[in-house]
C-alpha cells in the first residue's frame, strides 16, 4: 500500500500488510541511502497500513484504515504505539502535514479532517473540514507549495488541491481524466501522480493490465 521517505531522517517506510486470512498489519523501514532493511515493525491487534507520514522530529504517523486508527512510531523506540482510535476514523487513508498541522482523509467517508497534537504529543480534538465542493474517494495526499493539500481522488480520477482556512478548505481540481489514482508525491513544483490496477485483482480472465503509469503534473 503506501510509502514514504523520510529524507531529513534518512528512512524509507514501506506498508507490508498481509491480507489473509488472518489479516496482518505492518510496516517494514530501510535506510534511503544503503537501501538495507532496517526493522520490521506490526501494527496492534492487525488492521491495515496504508499511508505514513513523519514529523520534523521523525516520529511516524501510519494510517490504519481498516481500524480508524493512526499508529505512530516514536524516534528510538523498538515497536509502535495507538495514537488515536476511533471507529469514526474507520476508512482513513491518507496524512499530511500542512502548515504545522496534520490532516487525514477518509476514501470511505468522502471527508477531510484535521488532528490537534497537544503539548504532550498525545492526540487532541478531531475537526471535520467543511469543503467547498465533494471529495470522490480521496486517496493519497501530500501537501505542495504554500502548504496546500494535494490529493488523489481514486473515484473521481483527478488531483485535487485543498486550501486550508480554518475549519473550511477550498477544492480545485488540478487535472482530472486519470484512471483510479492513489497516490501523489511532490518533487519542487511538480506532483507525481499514479495510478492503480485495483479493479483487476479479481478479474476472472486475468486481463492484461496494461502499462502502469506515473505522470508528472506541473502545479500552478
Known sequence: ?????????????VCSDILGPPR???????????????????FPDGGLCNDFVAAADGTLYATDTAMGRIIRLKPGATGPDVWLADSALTGVDGIA??????????????LLRRIDINSDGSAGAVTTLQLSASLSGPDGMRVGPGDVLLIA???????????????????????????QLTAVGMVDNI?????SRFALRNDPNN???????ITPVTLP
Open 1 to 13: 500500500m503506501g510509502i514514504y521517505a523520510d529524507e531529513p531522517h534518512g528512512v524509507f517506510y
Open 24 to 42: 496482518q498489519a505492518a510496516f517494514k523501514s530501510f535506510d534511503l541511502e544503503t537501501r538495507a532493511l532496517k526493522a520490521t515493525y506490526r
Open 97 to 110: 502535514f500542512a502548515g504545522g498541522k496534520l490532516y487525514i482523509n477518509n476514501v470511505a467517508k468522502n
Open 153 to 179: 481522488e481514486n473515484k473521481a480520477g483527478s488531483l485535487t488541491q485543498a486550501k486550508v482556512d480554518g475549519d473550511k478548505a477550498t477544492l480545485t481540481t488540478i487535472k482530472s481524466g486519470f484512471g
Open 191 to 195: 506532483a507525481w501522480v499514479t495510478e
Open 207 to 213: 486481463k492484461d493490465p496494461g502499462p502502469w503509469v
